[in-house]
């Protein structure tokens, strides 16, 4: 059974090949070809892993083990801990660690010298990302995200709705797969940027050291403007939901009531009501974080085709890279909205202050659930 279940996913996987990148369509036989070659029985087994980095054609053959190392031990640490959460804690860092895998993967890997060329831009993009994780860290640690026994509220509501052996193939498949797939394509930018042949590369308006583009610079300009705004969004939001939670404490914790009654940012002030704390979440001046935060990761993908020669981007693999992300928003959306028509009074009129007919309506509630994501927290 288990040879007819190999060579049918085998089949399977040949018939799909011809439409995947070819990084992704040549990683089994490279992986196979490791493992099997009699070369490397010599290799002591704690230093397999070292040598087929030195001897990979391709950075991104050498990220799946990391891939599936973190696939399995998110999973395993939510069935240990009864908190399916884990895989969140990996999302301002994991990131960072994959890319980082690709900017030193010339430096241990024999045939290194070939990819000299794209260190400086796949150093620069691999900078931009570290800004963007030192502010996603700083915020998930003061809210105390990083604790074991938080968990997702979308789960905990989850796991009371479905048996137990549904909820466990969700945890594994969706939470522990899907993201963690996520993951790793939230770095591959740098490793196209990294393994782009230098006769593919285009001309550049304004050439500069190091062999770095005019867009690389704009780029780089809106990226630190995203991350900016990010910040400014997290600290609003952090002193609304700090004040929120103070005052309907029991009894309310004045002295964090009095540090966070507003929140201050240059001229701008905005001091929380009583209608802000009754409702549960903000509508009014509300920075666009997740309207900012999505960009930048497209803003890297634009910088790594930028220098690109072909005439035709590879339209199937950019698609095929997003493909992973699609079900996990349209899940995290639907979920937060479930949750939340049970739980806040408010919805219907934040739906009709933003428009009653249908496309208002799904805005609306759009809106909210991204606002719930802080209120529940």
Known sequence: MAATFAKGSVSAFARIAPYLPHPLQTAPQAIALHLLNPSNNDVPW???????????????????????????????????MRNASQIDRMWTTFPVIYSWHFALF???????????HNLPRVWLMVAMQIVWSVRLTYHTWRRGLYSFNEEDYRYTVWRTLVPTWFFELFSFFFISIGQSVLLLIMALPVHNALVTPLNEH????????????????????????????????????YEYQTYKHALKASPPDTR???????????????????????????????????????????????????VDGHDEPDVCAICLSRLPGLPNACGRVCGSEHVMEGSLGAVDWFKAKVGGDRMGSRRARTGACIEQDWAVA
């Open 202 to 237: 285009k001309e550049s308006i304004l050439p500069l050291p190091l062999g770095l583009h005019l867009s690389d610079v704009i780029l780089v300009s809106l990226s630190l403007l995203d991350i900016y705004i990010q910040w400014n969004a997290d600290n609003q939001q």
């Open 256 to 306: 964090t009531v009095a540090a966070h009654k507003a929140w201050q940012h240059g001229s701008s002030r905005i001091e929380w009501t009583s209608r802000d704390i009754k409702r549960g979440f903000l509508t009014r001046h509300v920075a666009p974080t997740r309207a900012v935060s999505t960009p930048q990761w497209p803003a890297e993908r634009i910088d790594e085709i930028s």
């Open 46 to 80: 704690y230093r397999s892993y070292s040598h087929f980095h030195q001897t990979a054609s391709d950075p991104f053959h050498t990220v799946l083990p990391l891939l599936g190392t973190a696939i399995l031990g998110s999973y395993v640490m939510s069935v240990i």
């Open 106 to 116: 010339p430096l241990f890997n024999q045939n290194g010298a070939a990819f000299a």
